[in-house]
């Protein structure tokens, strides 16, 4: 029905309308039927995002060129310039040759990027253009996040129903879907960085959305504070982009078919992967990039605000904080893949942030006892795993990392669903030691639950398996090189060992919640039972999503074939043959094996007999691994120590020099009058001879000096 | 016969400083308002007759004009001034300008009179009372008119 263009503009543009009305209109007109707008437009923009996917998929996708051995995929991208938003006539200077120098990268013909001489690009101008993108990587992005919304929105009909802030809520989110979808959208780095801004000001809005709370206050202005230091690192990356390839572009500016400007990222980049820039300057980028996207994913040194972003109401913590904001780290990666895949360096930096993050987040999930904390940690262990997938620098990585962002976002917005179900019903209670054989009140949600933990856990066949496999497959890979191949094995195991603790504090949560004698909190009151239609219905088609998405993506092939045309993964290489076909089976059998103990592990501890917690929690205390766990590794308190404490320290003096110094300086300026006037004032005492004889006085005064000057 | 214009000035500029002089005095010195008034008509008296002293010499009428000016205003004003002065005697029922302080500033206290100390009721000269002693003293004949040594 429409071409590519049009529903690439009508994606963001439906949600941005729904946004806008929903701001004039909510507070007075609409009131308890804000939804009605918003989840409109996000049911209109999720068809067109499935339309614009079915489009790119025929144009692009698996069965153009049947009978080709060799796996060289033909990048496929489609562009819509609106209009240019700035521009600066010969902005870019080449740096001078010798700038970016090191003694150990001799090759720097390479180090400056644009292949040829960077003399070409002198004088070229600056230009942001409002330019949306279509390809392979943005279409699965953007029927994710418009899915998940939509769903999401359906589902806060139900948990916001009755809120004073209702029409706020839905503006907020309508916001974020138009930031998040122009986010996967654009194709320069400039605006990439704006919506980047704009989704992180969409997730401090959103927690802060009981914003009469302190705590939830506090988590908003965290997670902003925090975000900054990994926007910082991303700005910068821009900065150097710029520098080292004289364009901010993604894609190529053509003329008729002739490449006249090429892109970072474009269809001739990734027919040439020469031009990426290497060495000294092309690391830096990357680390920087990954600075923003760890800041952004919550990865590891910047993690601390997911789990207090769980102040904000459960389904925002669903959609953004699991689902799709967070991810847009992963998706900054994928597509700077090229430059990723020209360091090294970074791409192991990448690797060892994400297997660590992975194992860390997971060790400190077992012990926590909020609900939606464990699921947050979940979340960012579960990030770290896409990390390492990324990390690897394959085209396998990528894609395994894309399809894990996929299922991940329906399983753990699924997760996170129940358990806004469950504290719906329980009164806002999240403490798992405080609940327990919920699953004869909440059938719908336990069953949905159940499904989810074991997406989340990764049992065959649910979505969960698929997608993790392809992430272990990936880091199991055989690299080129020795060094690189233990590094990668290492990370292997790490990611093996995450696979058994997911499982294992899933199920904990799990059996504590769900199974074992009820336990209800009186918070609950009268209304312990199941939540209504509008939350049930999102929740049971989440969870048939998470049983299929996984298997219909793994078997058909067809999300693996359709973004190696994305031209970020083009150049990386292609999908070896081997690997797509059957998999790994024997991975996978050990993959299910250690889930399987995981699981047989929570069943015994929190399940089976009692006693079996008196060895499991003695020896995890002898280790020190329950003190580390269940203060989760010491981050906050490092950072309270370390950046806190003498920012405030450094914030109260300049106060005080501001209240006594300046301060003090403009009072002067105030006081000096009136102590003059105080001076004055008893000569004023009404008496008119003595105005007379002033007057007198002062004419004598003035006679004299005239005579004596 | 020629007058001498200079001298004649001069006459004139001393006997007007003279006026203005009497005029300031009194004016510093009295609290009743109507010679408060007086005073000041004195001092203007002076400053016209100079004025008109100086208009001779230069032979320019303007210093003449100027005093008929002055005359006028200075009749407008005895009335208003005068006019004033009984309405603020009806009111406060004297003629003492401190009386009517009332636009100093708020916190300055008022002016208080204490007055000129009363003078003590005159006495009768208490003359020294000598006995008389010896006797009166012989002026020579030739003295009585003029004594040198006195």
């Known amino acids: 029905m429409f071409d590519v263009p049009a529903l690439a503009i009508l994606i963001p543009a439906l949600p941005l309308a729904a946004t806008l009305a929903t701001a004039a209109l909510g507070r007075h007109v609409l009131r308890q039927r804000s939804h009605v707008p918003v989840i409109t437009a996000l049911g209109l923009a999720f068809l067109a995002s499935t339309a614009l996917l079915v489009q790119v998929y025929r144009e692009a996708g698996p069965g153009q060129d049947p009978g080709k051995s060799t796996r060289q995929e033909i990048p496929y991208e489609r562009i819509v310039t609106l209009w240019t938003w700035a521009s600066v006539p010969g902005a870019y200077e080449s740096a001078p040759k010798d700038r970016f120098k090191t003694s150990e990268v001799p090759e720097t013909s390479e180090v400056l990027g644009p292949a040829g001489s960077s003399a070409d690009y002198e004088g070229r101008d600056l230009r942001v253009a409002v330019t949306l993108r279509a390809d392979p990587l943005s279409a699965v992005m953007l029927v994710t996040v418009t899915l998940v919304s939509l769903v999401v929105a359906i589902y806060s009909v139900g948990y916001m129903h009755g809120d004073p802030g209702y029409w706020r809520f839905f503006t907020y989110i309508g916001l974020f879907v138009f930031s998040m979808t122009m986010l996967v959208s654009v194709s320069n780095f400039a605006l990439l960085y704006v919506f980047w801004e704009g989704v992180g000001l969409c997730s401090y809005l959103l927690i802060g959305f009981w914003f009469q709370k302190p705590e939830a206050a506090a988590a908003g202005k965290k997670a902003f504070l925090v975000n900054r230091v990994g926007d910082f690192g991303f700005a910068l990356a821009v900065f150097l982009i710029w520098i080292a390839y004289g364009t901010l572009d993604f894609h190529d500016t053509m003329t008729g078919s002739v490449v006249t400007s090429r892109g970072v990222l474009g269809q001739a980049a990734a027919s040439d992967a020469a031009r990426v820039a290497g060495g000294a300057v092309g690391t830096a980028i990357c680390l920087l990039l990954l600075l923003g996207a760890c800041g952004k994913s919550a990865q590891l040194p910047l993690h601390v605000w997911l789990p207090d972003a769980m102040e904000g109401p459960t389904p925002v913590s669903a959609l953004i904080h699991a689902a799709t904001m967070v991810t847009a780290g992963v998706y900054l990666v994928a597509r700077c893949a090229p430059l990723f895949a020209a360091s090294p360096d970074a791409l192991h930096a990448v690797a060892a942030v994400g297997g660590l993050t992975a194992l860390v987040a997971a060790v400190i999930a077992i012990t926590q006892n909020d609900l939606k904390r464990i699921l947050a940690y979940s979340t960012i262990s579960q990030l770290g795993y896409m990390f390492l997938a990324l990390g690897t620098g394959t085209a396998l990585g990528v894609v395994a990392a894309m399809f894990h962002l996929v299922t991940h976002a329906f399983f753990k917005g699924l997760l996170f669903l129940g358990a806004g179900s469950v504290m719906h019903a329980m009164g806002g209670v999240v403490d798992i030691r405080r609940l327990g054989g919920l699953r004869r009140r909440l059938p719908v949600t336990c069953w949905t639950y159940l499904l989810g933990s074991l997406a989340l856990a990764g049992v065959i066949p649910m979505a969960g398996f698929w997608s993790k496999d392809a992430i272990l497959a990936a880091v199991n890979a055989p690299s080129p090189s020795a060094a690189a191949s233990a590094f990668y094995h290492c990370l292997f195991w790490?990611?093996?060992?995450?696979?058994?603790?997911?499982?294992?504090?899933?199920?904990?949560?799990?059996?504590?919640?769900?199974?074992?004698?009820?336990?209800?909190?009186?918070?609950?009151?009268?209304?312990?039972?199941?939540?209504?239609?509008?939350?049930?219905?999102?929740?049971?088609?989440?969870?048939?999503?998470?049983?299929?998405?996984?298997?219909?993506?793994?078997?058909?092939?067809?999300?693996?074939?359709?973004?190696?045309?994305?031209?970020?993964?083009?150049?990386?290489?292609?999908?070896?043959?081997?690997?797509?076909?059957?998999?790994?089976?024997?991975?996978?059998?050990?993959?299910?094996?250690?889930?399987?103990?995981?699981?047989?592990?929570?069943?015994?501890?929190?399940?089976?007999?009692?006693?079996?917690?008196?060895?499991?929690?003695?020896?995890?205390?002898?280790?020190?691994?329950?003190?580390?766990?269940?203060?989760?590794?010491?981050?906050?308190?490092?950072?309270?120590?370390?950046?806190?404490?003498?920012?405030?320290?450094?914030?109260?003096?300049?106060?005080?020099?501001?209240?006594?110094?300046?301060?003090?300086?403009?009072?002067?300026?105030?006081?000096?009058p009136r102590g003059m006037g105080a001076l004055l004032r008893p000569l004023q005492g009404g008496l008119v001879q003595f105005y007379a004889v002033a007057m007198v006085v002062g004419l004598v005064v003035l006679l004299g000096a005239l005579l004596i000057f | 016969m020629a007058v001498d214009e200079s001298a004649l000035l001069n006459g004139y500029l001393v006997v007007g400083a003279m006026l203005f002089g009497l005029g300031l005095v009194g004016f510093l010195s009295r609290r009743n308002m109507i010679l408060m008034f007086l005073a000041a008509e004195m001092m203007l008296q002076g400053v016209s007759l100079s004025l008109t002293a100086w208009g001779r010499y230069h032979n320019d009428f303007g210093g003449q004009m100027l005093v008929l000016f002055i005359i006028a205003v200075a009749a407008c004003e005895a009335a208003i001034a005068l006019a004033m002065i009984l309405m603020l005697f009806q009111q406060g029922g004297s003629l003492d300008i401190a009386v009517w302080d009332e636009l100093r500033e708020a916190n300055v206290p008022a002016y208080v009179d204490h007055g000129i100390p009363e003078e003590l009721p005159a006495q009768p000269p208490a003359w020294p009372k000598l006995t008389p002693a010896g006797t009166a003293p012989e002026i020579p004949r030739e003295q009585t008119d003029y004594r040198p040594h006195v």
């Open chain 1, 494 to 672: 790490v990611a093996m060992a995450t696979a058994g603790l997911t499982a294992f504090y899933t199920f904990r949560a799990f059996f504590l919640v769900f199974t074992g004698p009820e336990r209800i909190p009186p918070e609950a009151g009268g209304h312990a039972r199941e939540s209504s239609l509008w939350m049930t219905l999102p929740l049971v088609f989440l969870a048939l999503a998470s049983i299929d998405v996984g298997m219909h993506l793994q078997w058909t092939g067809s999300l693996r074939e359709f973004l190696a045309r994305a031209p970020s993964i083009v150049s990386l290489g292609g999908i070896p043959h081997a690997a797509e076909a059957e998999g790994d089976w024997t991975l996978a059998g050990v993959s299910t094996a250690v889930v399987l103990l995981g699981i047989a592990l929570a069943w015994l501890v929190y399940r089976g007999a009692p006693a079996s917690q008196r060895w499991l929690v003695p020896l995890m205390e002898a280790t020190g691994l329950y003190r580390l766990s269940s203060n989760k590794f010491y981050f906050d308190q490092a950072y309270r120590g370390l950046v806190v404490r003498p920012l405030e320290r450094l914030a109260r003096t300049a106060a005080s020099f501001d209240h006594w110094l300046i301060d003090g300086l403009v009072d002067l300026i105030g006081t000096a």
